[in-house]
C-alpha cells in the first residue's frame, strides 16, 4: 500500500479532506501535517489518521508564514517522529514544498517529493526582486520534486512553462467534487423567473465582486437577488458585514459544509458567480475555481468573465454566461432581458453536460494513486538520493 505524507498550508481547509478522502478511496494510506490559518481549531481526524498541526499562519501576512514555515522546519524532526516511513511526500503549495525538502532527508530512504500547486500567489509573478527571489526559491525547492499536481492549463501554459519552474511532468487534477459513491442527482432547483437568485459561495475576497452584485440589486430592486455563503476575507473586504447589512436584496448565511451542504445550498439559486477580480490579470485569470464544479454538477447556470481560463472553459462547453466587462450596467443588461424561456435554454445546455465534468469518482482516485505509486523509487536509488 502506498503511504503518503501530506503536508498542507491550511489543515481547515475542506479542499484538503477531499484530496485526503481521494487518496484513501485510491488506496492510499495518508498521515497529514500542516499549519492552520488564523486560529482556527484543527480537525481531529483527515480520513483515517490524526493530523500533525504545525502551528497557525495569517493569512494575507506573508513574513509571518516565513516565520512560521522556518520555525516548524526547526521542529519537523520531533514532529514527524511518529510517522513511518512514507513512500511519496505531497506538498501542497510553496511554503509547504519547503518542508517538503526538509522533510526527506528524516527518514531512511528518501522518499519521492510531489508539487501541488493550485494557486499562483502573486509575489510569484512580481517583476522586482521580491519575485525573482521567490521564483528562484520555488525553482530551488522544485529541483527534487518528480511530479507537478496542479488544477487548472492555465497555470502550466502561464506560469510554468515561460518561467521554467520545474522540469518535472505535470498532471491536471481539476478541483471536481468528490463522488466515490456514484450517486445520479435530481436537484431541488428554484422554477426559472423572478426573483432570480445568484449564489456566490466558498471564499468571499473579491471587493469589486460584491460591490458590483450588490449594485446590481438595488438597480433591479428585487428582480436579481444575491444569496452569500461562505468565509468572508475581511482583510481583503473589511467593511463586508456592513455592507451586505445595508443591501435589501443580499443574503448572507455563513460558512457552510463542504461536501454535505453543497446540493442544498446550490439548489435553491439560479446562478452561480464563478468571478474573481483579487489578483485580476494573474492569478484570477488562471484559475478554475471549486465553486466552478460544485455549481455545474448542482444545476446552476455559472457566469464567469470573458479571458479568463473558466470562461474558455465554459465556451468550449457552451454553456454558462461569460460577461465582457462585468460591470453592473452589462449584469443589469443581461438580467433585464432574461425570461422563463432563455433560463430554460440555459439549462438545458448546463443538464445535457456529462456529469465526469464536475466529478471525480473512485476510479479517478484509483488513476490518481497508481501516478504517485509510479513514482517510489527502488530501494537502491532511494540510498542513493
Not at 516565520?67 to 514532529?79: D, F, I, P, Q, T
Not at 471536481?176 to 468571499?204: Q, Y
Request: proline share 5%.
Amino acid at each position: 500500500m502506498l503511504h503518503v505524507l501530506y503536508l498542507v498550508h491550511d489543515l481547515t481547509d475542506p479542499a484538503v479532506s477531499r484530496r485526503v478522502a481521494m487518496l484513501e478511496a485510491g488506496g492510499a494510506r495518508v498521515a497529514v501535517a500542516g499549519f492552520r490559518r488564523d486560529d482556527r481549531t484543527a480537525p481531529t481526524r483527515l480520513g483515517g489518521s490524526v493530523p500533525i498541526d504545525l502551528g497557525v499562519t495569517r493569512d494575507g501576512k506573508f513574513a509571518q508564514r516565513i516565520a512560521a514555515v522556518a520555525g516548524a522546519a526547526l521542529a519537523l524532526r520531533a514532529r514527524l517522529a511518529a510517522v513511518d516511513q512514507p513512500d511519496i511526500i505531497i506538498a501542497r503549495h510553496l511554503e509547504m514544498l519547503a518542508l517538503a525538502d526538509r522533510a526527506k532527508g528524516l527518514f531512511p530512504a528518501r522518499p519521492a517529493i510531489v508539487y501541488e500547486s493550485l494557486d499562483i500567489h502573486r509575489l510569484l509573478l512580481a517583476g522586482n526582486a521580491v519575485g525573482r527571489a521567490m521564483r528562484a526559491a520555488e525553482r530551488r525547492f522544485a529541483r527534487s520534486a518528480q511530479l507537478l499536481l496542479t488544477s487548472s492549463p492555465a497555470f502550466l501554459r502561464d506560469y510554468f512553462e515561460p518561467h521554467g519552474q520545474l522540469d518535472a511532468p505535470a498532471l491536471l487534477l481539476e478541483n471536481k467534487v468528490l463522488d466515490l459513491n456514484g450517486r445520479s442527482l435530481a436537484p431541488t432547483r428554484p422554477a426559472g423567473g423572478e426573483p432570480w437568485k445568484i449564489g456566490w459561495f466558498g471564499a468571499l475576497r473579491c471587493a469589486r465582486s460584491l460591490d458590483t452584485l450588490i449594485d446590481l440589486t438595488r438597480r433591479l430592486d428585487g428582480r436579481v437577488e444575491l444569496v452569500l455563503r461562505g468565509r468572508p476575507a475581511y482583510d481583503a473586504i473589511p467593511d463586508f458585514d456592513a455592507l451586505v447589512e445595508a443591501a435589501p436584496h443580499v443574503a448572507f448565511h455563513g460558512p457552510y459544509r463542504n461536501p454535505d451542504d453543497l446540493e442544498a445550498i446550490y439548489g435553491e439559486v439560479h446562478f452561480n458567480w464563478a468571478i474573481d477580480f483579487f489578483e485580476e490579470g494573474l492569478n484570477s485569470e488562471w484559475l478554475l475555481p471549486n465553486r466552478l464544479y460544485e455549481g455545474g454538477r448542482h444545476g446552476a447556470i455559472p457566469i464567469a468573465r470573458a479571458g479568463t481560463e473558466t470562461a474558455r472553459f465554459l465556451a468550449d462547453r457552451g454553456i454558462g454566461i461569460v460577461l465582457d466587462t462585468c460591470s453592473a450596467d452589462e449584469l443589469v443588461r443581461v438580467f433585464s432581458n432574461l425570461d422563463a424561456a432563455g433560463f430554460a435554454a440555459h439549462r438545458a445546455r448546463l443538464d445535457a453536460i456529462d456529469p465526469a465534468t464536475w466529478t471525480a469518482t473512485r476510479s479517478d482516485c484509483e488513476a490518481l494513486v497508481s501516478r504517485l505509486s509510479s513514482l517510489r523509487l527502488q530501494p537502491e536509488l532511494r540510498a542513493a538520493a
